[in-house]
């Protein structure tokens, strides 16, 4: 006779319904398919709720993304849905859109507008890793006062050298600008606000500002979508959460010296590999990171195959400035490492005890 449920450990019952659910979205056009799904897997290896992926992709790539997420194993499956769209831009000229920054970037603008029915999202950009569970930036949602809606890191931590304070002609949030690389949304606080903005004197929605802003600002624009982010913030400073650098952690932290504190001193949560840094030799502990979980096999003992390699990789990599702090970039994913072999453990060898 079967045994009643009750007596499993919770983590085998059925998960928690969609309204628990971690929302993640990404736009990966062109070549971007593998380091999407290496952000992808990172996401799910450690995390411990479910995950819902909204892909915003080209035609072309849906049939890839489709095969590839289904080949992963079971007990990794289980652990997200996927939903793959097209590209689309509700308003305005769609090619002038398209042009913005890199190929389809400015689709993230119009997530608030696509995607009704979700309350919050974590967006972030392809080449971001995740180092421990995505539950632990869905949090800080949790933090938001009751004018926030939308969290970021600064651009920079030293503002006199950073880009915004010293190049941008337009308007920027706070002392040195924000990276949009990892954006957490409370997107239903954001389509129920009017912003304050340089194009009339009243408030605009969300989805009625950007093409006005956009034609305003296009000519003083270097970074695309990321630099309209900071001018809609710069007018409405009260709707953001900065959270620190350890969440959204880029060469510029350790190429030039180590100047994110927090990652210091918590090691790195969530590493973004801008400057295309996973693919060429000019930043190799970034590269050695992207590498280690992209050629992970699923069933493997994470420690075995992942972090000892990792390490012996982050011995060749001394001799650069982002080398000589491995501990930064090894803290959280050791942790995170532990805490998934130890959940491991107990609920699979715990259920093989039960059911004899």
């Not at 489709?66 to 080949?71: F, H, N, P, S, V």
């Not at 309350?119 to 421990?132: C, E, G």
């Not at 389509?191 to 950007?210: C, E, H, Y």
Request: aromatic residues 14%; hydrophobic residues 40%.
């Amino acid at each position: 006779m079967l045994q009643p449920l009750t007596r499993y450990p919770r983590s085998l019952q059925a998960g928690p319904p969609p309204e628990f659910w971690i929302h993640l979205a990404v736009v990966a056009c062109g070549n971007r398919l593998e380091e999407t799904l290496v952000m992808l897997k990172s996401a799910v290896l450690f995390s411990h709720r479910k995950i819902q992926f909204h892909i915003f992709t080209e035609e072309s790539l849906k049939p890839e993304f489709d095969k590839q997420l289904r080949e992963w194993p079971d007990s990794y499956t289980r652990k997200f849905e996927h939903r793959v769209y097209p590209i689309t831009f509700s308003v305005g000229n769609p090619q002038e859109w398209k042009k913005l920054f890199k190929p389809c970037a400015a689709q993230r603008l119009f997530l608030p507008v696509i995607l009704k029915d979700v309350d919050s999202l974590l967006y972030v950009d392809t080449d971001v890793l995740f180092l421990r569970p995505v539950d632990d930036i869905w949090k800080l949602l949790r933090k938001f006062n009751s004018t926030q809606l939308a969290a970021m890191a600064p651009e920079h931590e030293i503002p006199k050298i950073g880009w915004y304070s010293r190049f941008a002609r337009h308007p920027f949030y706070g002392s040195a600008g924000v990276n949009s690389g990892v954006m957490l949304m409370n997107l239903t606080r954001i389509r129920s606000t009017q912003f304050k903005n340089s194009v009339i004197p009243t408030g605009l929605a969300w989805g009625d500002m950007l093409y006005p802003l956009y034609q305003k600002y296009k000519n003083a624009i270097t970074w695309g979508d990321q630099d309209l982010l900071n001018i809609i913030f710069y007018f409405n400073p009260e709707c953001l959460y900065v959270f620190p650098c350890q969440w959204n952690y880029r060469p510029d932290h350790c190429m030039y010296g180590s100047n994110c504190k927090e990652a210091e001193r918590e090691g790195v949560s969530v590493l973004h590999g801008n400057r295309g840094v996973y693919h060429d030799d000019k930043q190799p502990t970034f590269r050695a990171l992207y590498e280690a979980i992209r050629d992970f096999p699923f069933q493997d003992n994470l420690f075995q195959s992942m972090y000892y390699p990792l390490q012996l990789k982050f011995l060749e990599t001394v001799h650069t400035l982002c080398g000589r702090i491995p501990q930064v970039f090894l803290k959280q994913i050791e942790k995170s490492m532990r805490r998934a072999y130890e959940k491991h453990v107990i609920i699979h060898v715990g259920a093989h005890h039960q059911m004899h």
